[in-house]
């Protein structure tokens, strides 16, 4: 029996004659054999493991996305390491040394800070990099995201359509392309229906809670005159509820809210949450999909174009026509 039939069985790597299958079950049984997964890696130079980098696990948008990610990755047969930069470029940089020195197979990364001159060093090595939901400054990575200004435009335009004209925004943070295309998508859909622009009614926002619970109180402290919110993430919107209940504004009676990105928690606020839903599970499976099949091409540059998924609006009780309440 050669050494090339026992590693074909070992590893599943194609169909092995029956008997002779089971004497080399029965051998691998009797002493307790296990593949040496450095070995494997030192002949096929594949480690079989990708790195997801992601700048913040608190958000609850982002586990959907790892969630599609593993589902395909498990499927594959890859192992995927989880690494939180915090949107710090030293993290992220500190990361991208320890995924080479582990040689990754490929990586995934959410909105990476770090200048193109310190991504190539890392990519210069034939390691393929994916970009999933926000941007980084690699144009030759695919981008596998929703359309951010279309759905910005959506939910302006569901406010519209209700009746509202006062509508106040409330931005993530100015520095990320998804920001200025939410921003965008909301500015677009004032302009289609003549609604002068107010800057007065633009308040800047972090993605997070807090930072939509700010934005609204801002508005609310300077005596800003608004009937509806429009938050560029779900948490924001959260935030700008919270704020609005706090300083005896109901909800959707005398301000109506829209979230963007349909997290689970959406459907549970009080009231529940209208919306833009993102795929988020189709999308990881997606860009694990470009990743994967750049790996088994031996592309350091994966070949695919960018994948842009479409948003459609989910309208739940946070909003309602204008003078309703």
């Given at each position: 029996?050669?050494?090339?039939?026992?590693?074909?069985?070992?590893?599943?790597?194609?169909?092995?004659?029956?008997?002779?299958?089971?004497?080399?079950?029965?051998?691998?049984?009797?002493?307790?054999?296990?593949?040496?997964?450095?070995?494997?890696?030192?002949?096929?130079?594949?480690?079989?493991?990708?790195?997801?980098?992601?700048?913040?696990?608190?958000?609850?948008?982002?586990?959907?996305?790892?969630?599609?990610?593993?589902?395909?990755?498990?499927?594959?047969?890859?192992?995927?390491?989880?690494?939180?930069?915090?949107?710090?470029?030293?993290?992220?940089?500190?990361?991208?040394?320890?995924?080479?020195?582990?040689?990754?197979?490929?990586?995934?990364?959410?909105?990476?800070?770090?200048?193109?001159?310190?991504?190539?060093?890392?990519?210069?090595?034939?390691?393929?990099?994916?970009?999933?939901?926000?941007?980084?400054?690699?144009?030759?990575?695919?981008?596998?995201?929703?359309?951010?200004r279309?759905?910005?435009?959506?939910?302006?335009?569901?406010?519209?359509?209700?009746?509202?004209?006062?509508?106040?925004?409330v931005?993530?943070?100015?520095?990320?392309?998804?920001?200025?295309?939410?921003?965008?998508?909301?500015?677009?859909?004032?302009?289609?229906?003549?609604?002068?622009?107010?800057e007065?009614?633009?308040?800047?926002?972090?993605?997070?809670?807090?930072?939509?619970?700010?934005?609204?109180?801002?508005?609310?402290?300077?005596?800003?005159?608004?009937?509806?919110?429009?938050?560029a993430?779900?948490?924001?919107?959260?935030?700008?509820?919270a704020?609005?209940?706090?300083?005896?504004?109901?909800?959707?009676?005398?301000?109506?809210?829209?979230?963007?990105?349909?997290?689970?928690?959406?459907a549970?606020?009080?009231?529940?949450?209208?919306?833009?839903?993102?795929?988020?599970?189709?999308?990881?499976?997606?860009?694990?999909?470009?990743?994967?099949?750049?790996?088994?091409?031996?592309?350091?540059?994966?070949?695919?174009?960018?994948?842009?998924?479409?948003?459609p609006?989910?309208?739940?009780?946070?909003?309602?026509?204008?003078?309703?309440?």
């Amino acid at each position: 029996m050669s050494t090339a039939t026992v590693s074909r069985f070992v590893n599943r790597a194609g169909p092995v004659a029956g008997p002779t299958g089971k004497r080399i079950e029965t051998a691998v049984l009797a002493l307790g054999y296990r593949p040496n997964g450095i070995a494997r890696s030192l002949v096929t130079k594949t480690t079989h493991t990708i790195a997801f980098l992601l700048p913040d696990i608190t958000n609850p948008f982002f586990p959907s996305l790892v969630k599609g990610v593993q589902l395909l990755a498990n499927e594959r047969s890859y192992v995927l390491l989880l690494c939180s930069t915090l949107s710090d470029p030293r993290k992220e940089e500190e990361y991208l040394r320890l995924l080479q020195a582990k040689q990754v197979d490929g990586i995934l990364a959410v909105g990476l800070v770090l200048p193109r001159s310190q991504i190539e060093r890392f990519t210069s090595a034939g390691v393929p990099l994916v970009s999933l939901d926000r941007d980084i400054d690699y144009p030759s990575a695919p981008r596998v995201h929703v359309n951010h200004r279309k759905g910005a435009q959506v939910a302006t335009q569901h406010l519209l359509a209700l009746g509202h004209r006062a509508i106040a925004h409330v931005s993530g943070p100015p520095q990320l392309r998804v920001s200025r295309e939410r921003l965008a998508g909301y500015e677009a859909a004032l302009s289609a229906a003549r609604v002068r622009r107010d800057e007065r009614l633009r308040v800047t926002g972090d993605f997070s809670e807090d930072g939509g619970y700010r934005g609204v109180e801002r508005l609310l402290g300077e005596a800003v005159h608004f009937t509806a919110v429009f938050a560029a993430n779900d948490l924001s919107a959260i935030g700008a509820i919270a704020a609005l209940k706090a300083h005896g504004r109901r909800v959707p009676e005398d301000v109506s809210v829209v979230g963007f990105d349909d997290i689970h928690l959406a459907a549970y606020t009080s009231p529940p949450l209208t919306t833009i839903h993102q795929p988020a599970l189709e999308m990881g499976r997606c860009a694990t999909e470009i990743l994967i099949q750049a790996i088994a091409d031996g592309q350091g540059r994966p070949r695919s174009n960018d994948r842009v998924f479409e948003g459609p609006l989910i309208v739940r009780d946070s909003t309602s026509p204008l003078g309703r309440g």
